[in-house]
């Protein structure tokens, strides 16, 4: 009989219920107290606490520990080493010491550093996060103990996604506080961002996926004609799961139950073969950790189950793309969610003065949020009908947005205090749950009680993203905080922070918009609201290089102005080197496989027309004529553009990053949207035998 989730949930995990029970409760103690940031690591509590950690992982078969790292590819690293060794005798023994468990020494000289360290100072150190729980993976033949780590430079320069992200955590934790304190809340110790991150993804079968290079190099098909039908039906979104595909999603789920994570829904998305799993919601850093290990282990079991897990933002043309959907919100030492709206007036005006900080932040920095959700895949992605713009925006509801509103009027100012019900406060919790989330085209949504963050692309590490959002509410809430304690003394803080809340709302405004995000007429509006619009990813992955953007980081000491630099760097250059990956990938595809099969096609016409009778002909020479002409013009233009290609790409030459991002978005993509047209032309005429790669309708029908 199948184990229940409940009986294996977190039991590959290293949680805080394995620590009380195998720890001396005052290690366990001291330990709580470093992770809530109350005391530095003693080394001799690391000491037990590693003896504690390996028996653990050798009883649940780890043979080698790792420290795993998130570098700067949106993917995880690890370099494992054996528990085994020898003594001085020659005799094995399990080893691993405090001195194992705080840092190691990976190296990792050829992961991306934006130019962070040279060659010859490559040396890289991980150092244990003991924020995130460590946890074991299982294999056929033994398990790895994971540790969650940061990864530094031999000068302590971060290289890693994690660094920033527990940066920021700390900071918008801090101003949250001393803004609940404001409010009079003197039992709250302490406040947590927290996150859900919910993942769309595509599953191909994995045999007809491998005759595809595109697919095999590029993780998504550079050409391809499409399907008769494609999802116009809207017969794949929530219907019934694919047996193969659930019993994938059953192991996806028992798995991730093992590590800690629960996975609330699974279902089929709208496009075909595209699915979701959403998890519950944690703290943001547990939260980051868990997607990362979601994305790996979907890999894996995608394997075993015969399908190739697609992540990328924009597979196949013609349908929907994935995204992953980050639903945050913040908490405090009491377990309640500071977004919920309450009965109580009081803490009405707490919640709508930390909403107000988020407006503030993104009506200020918007444009860095757009630098943070910029990839290759992402652009192809953001601003079809499946997915926001790429404008930041903010749909807060119709009960919210009325009652800001009333608050921009100054309603509050000339109304006693227990007013403020009518303007529907009292009724909140009620309304929201009805009048909120439904707007799908806007960016970032309000949805009742926390803020869901949608232009992030499916294949991104969450990290990025959250960081940035994180940064620009910590600027925000202190803007608050700043304005409420300025009254202090003066006003009660209710009334100083209707003021703050109202200055908050007249910033904002230009970033909240209610109506169809995907209209022309708001691109017009936002344009004129002078909303920062950037299309390309080398035009967004700039925007963290505009001052205000750098200031607020650095500032915040969150990256500071190098290591922005460096990971503008890093960024551009992803994007430039998978641009030349796909342009190697289209040259080859056409001439290997599409040159050929037209050149076959044209032969098997001709043969086929001389061997017609005469006398049966008619009028079929001028149009077999028409048809094979249609061919050789299509197999010229596809020379014509290999040549332009090929000549686009040796101009790049040693340009720098900036040049080169600028050609290949300015010239590279239209080559490539052009030698696509034609491939596809070529599809449609070719016959299916002749074909050289599997056709949109055997991979977007192999579930």
């Known amino acids: 009989m199948r184990e229940k989730p409940s009986e294996i949930f977190g039991v590959n995990v290293f949680s805080d219920r394995t620590m009380r029970e195998r720890l001396p409760k005052q290690v366990y103690q001291k330990l709580q107290e470093a992770v809530s940031g109350g005391e530095k690591m003693d080394f001799n509590v690391a000491e037990v606490v590693a003896t504690a950690m390996k028996e653990w992982a050798v009883s649940r078969e780890a043979t080698h520990y790792t420290h795993w790292f998130h570098p700067r590819t949106d ?57 995130s729980p460590a946890f074991v993976i299982s294999g056929e033949n033994g398990g790895t103990l994971c540790i969650p780590s940061v990864f530094i430079s031999n000068d302590g320069t971060p290289l890693d996604m994690k660094t920033p992200l527990l940066r920021a955590l700390s900071r918008i934790e801090t101003v949250t506080l001393r803004i609940l304190k404001l409010f009079g809340n003197r039992n709250v110790k302490w406040t947590r961002a927290t996150m859900g991150a919910e993942q769309e993804f595509f599953l191909v079968d994995e045999g007809i996926a491998s005759k595809r290079p595109d697919i095999q190099y590029c993780g998504r098909t550079i050409i391809g004609a499409p399907t008769p039908k494609g999802q116009q039906m809207e017969d794949h979104y929530f219907g019934s799961i694919p047996p193969r595909v659930l019993a994938f999603m059953q192991e996806v789920g028992q798995q991730m139950s093992s590590l800690g994570m629960v996975l609330k829904t699974r279902h089929n998305e709208v496009a075909p073969c595209q699915f979701e799993f959403a998890p519950q919601f944690t703290e943001a850093n547990l939260a980051v950790d868990q997607n990362q290990i979601l994305m790996e282990q979907m890999r894996q079991i995608a394997s075993r189950h015969g399908f190739r897990l697609l992540l990328h933002e924009k597979p196949f043309a013609l349908i929907n793309g994935s995204g992953k959907h980050l639903n945050f919100s913040l908490m405090d030492s009491e377990g309640k969610n500071l977004l919920k709206p309450s009965s109580s007036q009081r803490k009405n005006i707490q919640f709508l003065t930390l909403v107000s900080g988020l407006l503030l932040g993104i009506s200020r920095y918007g444009g860095l949020l757009r630098a943070s959700i910029a990839n290759p895949g992402n652009m192809r992605r953001l601003g079809g009908n499946e997915a926001p713009p790429a404008i930041m925006s903010v749909f807060l509801g119709d009960v919210l947005t009325q009652i800001f509103d009333k608050v921009e009027e100054g309603l509050p100012e000339n109304l006693p205090s227990k007013a403020f019900i009518n303007l529907g406060l009292n009724r909140l919790p009620d309304i929201l749950k009805d009048n909120t989330d439904r707007n799908r085209t806007a960016p970032i949504a309000f949805t009742g009680n926390k803020f869901e963050f949608r232009a992030p692309g499916s294949s991104q590490s969450p990290a990025g993203p959250m960081t940035v959002m994180l940064s620009l509410w910590t600027w925000g809430l202190e803007q608050m905080a700043q304005m409420i304690e300025s009254r202090a003394g003066e006003t009660d803080v209710a009334d100083a922070a209707l003021d703050a809340i109202r200055n908050a709302t007249l910033q904002s405004s230009n970033v909240r918009f209610e109506g169809n995000c995907y209209s022309q007429e708001w691109q017009e509006e936002a344009a004129r609201r002078g909303l920062p619009v950037a299309h390309s990813t080398g035009d967004a992955l700039a925007l963290f290089l505009v001052p205000e953007n750098r200031e607020l980081l650095s500032g915040l000491g969150v990256l500071s102005d190098r290591e922005i630099d460096g990971y503008y760097e890093t960024r551009l250059e992803q994007y430039i080197k998978t641009m030349e990956i796909e342009m190697n990938v289209m040259e080859n595809m056409v001439r290997t496989g599409v ?69 290949l978005t300015e010239k590279g993509i239209p080559v490539l949207e052009g030698l696509r047209g034609m491939c596809d032309s070529a599809e449609e005429l070719v016959a299916k035998e002749l074909w050289p790669y599997p056709r949109y309708s055997e991979l977007l029908l192999s579930r």
């Open 595 to 663: 040159l050929p099969a037209i050149t076959k096609q044209i032969f098997s016409e001709a043969s086929a027309l001389e061997k017609v009778p005469a006398h049966l002909r008619g009028n079929a020479p001028c149009l077999w004529d028409e048809h094979i002409g249609e061919l050789f013009r299509l197999k010229e233009g596809l020379l014509e553009g290999i040549i332009r290609l090929t000549s686009l790409r040796d101009s790049l030459g040693t340009s720098d990053l900036e040049k080169k991002s600028e050609i």
């Open 75 to 131: 993917l995880t690293a690890e370099k494992h080493n054996a528990f085994l060794s020898l003594d001085e005798y020659g005799l094995p023994i399990e080893s691993f010491g405090g001195a194992d468990l705080i840092q190691s020494e990976p190296d990792a000289s050829s992961l991306p550093s934006g130019g962070m360290r040279s060659t010859f100072e490559a040396r890289g150190y991980t150092a244990w996060d003991p924020t």
